[in-house]
C-alpha cells in the first residue's frame, strides 16, 4: 500500500514523506510542523497518515507537534491477544499515578481538562507507598515503567506520566479518564453520567446489530 500512495510523488517528495514518518513514530515528544515539509504541508500529510494506517498506525496532532500511535481497533485486537499489555502489578502502580497525578488534581480544578497526560501534578514515591500496593513492588514497578517511558521522574522529587501517553488516541484518552472517574469517584455524578452514557451506547449498538441479522 505504501509504495502505491507515494508512486505519484517525486523522489524528493518521497523522501519528505518518510522522514516525516520515522520522525513521528520514533520522537519521544511531539514534532514541530515547521521541521518536515510532509507535516507542515496539508496534501503530503495526508500521505503520512496513509502510510502509518497502512501498518495500523494513526498520526496524532499533540500540543503544537505531531506523533503516531496504534489506530483504535489495532489497539483493542492487540489487548485481546495479549500483546504489549503491562503484568499487574505495573499496572497498579501506574493507575495510582494516573490518578494521584492527573484524575484527582483534574476533578479538584489544579489540572485543567485539556493539559497533556504528562503535564499532571508530580506524585512522590511516598505518597504511592501509602497505597495497599508494597513498598518494593512501588520500587520494581516504577522502575520498569520509567524504562518503557510510561512514567517519568518531574524536575522535583515526584514522577509523572512518561511520553507514551502523547500517543494516545482521544478515544483511549477519553476511556482511560471515564475509568478513572468510576475508580475513583464511582458513586458521584459524573460517574453516573458515564455510567448511562455508555449503556446507551451499548443499547444503540445491540440495536443495530439485531437489525442487521435480520
Same mark, same amino acid.
Given at each position: 500500500?505504501?509504495?502505491? #500512495?507515494?508512486?505519484?510523488?517525486?523522489?524528493?517528495?518521497?523522501?519528505?514523506?518518510?522522514?516525516?514518518?520515522? /520522525?513521528?513514530? @520514533?520522537?519521544?515528544?511531539?514534532?514541530?510542523?515547521? =521541521?518536515?515539509?510532509?507535516? /507542515?504541508?496539508?496534501?503530503?500529510?495526508?500521505?503520512?497518515?496513509?502510510?502509518?494506517? /497502512?501498518?495500523?498506525?494513526?498520526?496524532?496532532?499533540?500540543?503544537?507537534?505531531?506523533?503516531?500511535?496504534?489506530?483504535? &481497533?489495532?489497539?483493542? =485486537?492487540?489487548?485481546?491477544?495479549?500483546?504489549?499489555?503491562?503484568?499487574?502489578?505495573?499496572?497498579?502502580?501506574? &493507575?495510582?499515578?494516573?490518578? #494521584?497525578?492527573?484524575?484527582?488534581?483534574?476533578?479538584?480544578?489544579?489540572? #485543567?481538562?485539556?493539559?497533556?497526560?504528562?503535564?499532571?501534578?508530580?506524585?512522590?514515591?511516598?505518597?504511592?507507598?501509602?497505597?495497599?500496593? /508494597?513498598?518494593?513492588?512501588?520500587?520494581?514497578?516504577?522502575?520498569?515503567?520509567?524504562?518503557?517511558?510510561?512514567?517519568?521522574?518531574?524536575?522535583?522529587?515526584?514522577?509523572?506520566?512518561?511520553?507514551? !501517553?502523547?500517543?494516545? &488516541?482521544?478515544?483511549?484518552?477519553?476511556?482511560? !479518564?471515564?475509568?478513572?472517574?468510576?475508580?475513583?469517584?464511582? @458513586?458521584?455524578? +459524573?460517574?453516573?453520567?458515564?455510567?448511562? =452514557?455508555?449503556?446507551?451506547?451499548?443499547?444503540? &449498538?445491540?440495536?443495530?446489530?439485531? +437489525?442487521?441479522?435480520?
Amino acid at each position: 500500500m505504501e509504495a502505491v #500512495l507515494l508512486q505519484a510523488l517525486s523522489e524528493h517528495r518521497r523522501a519528505d514523506v518518510r522522514a516525516a514518518v520515522c /520522525a513521528v513514530e @520514533t520522537a519521544r515528544l511531539p514534532v514541530p510542523a515547521g =521541521r518536515f515539509r510532509a507535516l /507542515a504541508e496539508t496534501a503530503l500529510r495526508m500521505v503520512v497518515e496513509e502510510v502509518l494506517a /497502512a501498518s495500523g498506525r494513526a498520526l496524532l496532532a499533540v500540543a503544537d507537534g505531531y506523533l503516531s500511535g496504534y489506530e483504535d &481497533t489495532v489497539r483493542q =485486537r492487540l489487548a485481546v491477544e495479549g500483546i504489549g499489555v503491562l503484568p499487574r502489578e505495573d499496572r497498579a502502580v501506574l &493507575t495510582l499515578v494516573m490518578l #494521584l497525578s492527573v484524575a484527582v488534581p483534574r476533578s479538584e480544578g489544579r489540572v #485543567l481538562p485539556q493539559t497533556l497526560w504528562t503535564q499532571g501534578i508530580p506524585v512522590s514515591r511516598e505518597h504511592l507507598k501509602q497505597s495497599s500496593v /508494597a513498598d518494593g513492588v512501588v520500587d520494581a514497578a516504577l522502575s520498569r515503567l520509567m524504562g518503557a517511558d510510561l512514567v517519568r521522574r518531574s524536575a522535583g522529587s515526584g514522577v509523572v506520566l512518561g511520553p507514551q !501517553f502523547l500517543r494516545l &488516541t482521544p478515544a483511549v484518552q477519553t476511556a482511560l !479518564f471515564e475509568q478513572l472517574v468510576l475508580l475513583a469517584e464511582p @458513586t458521584g455524578a +459524573l460517574a453516573e453520567s458515564i455510567r448511562r =452514557r455508555r449503556a446507551q451506547t451499548t443499547s444503540c &449498538t445491540q440495536g443495530r446489530e439485531e +437489525l442487521e441479522a435480520r
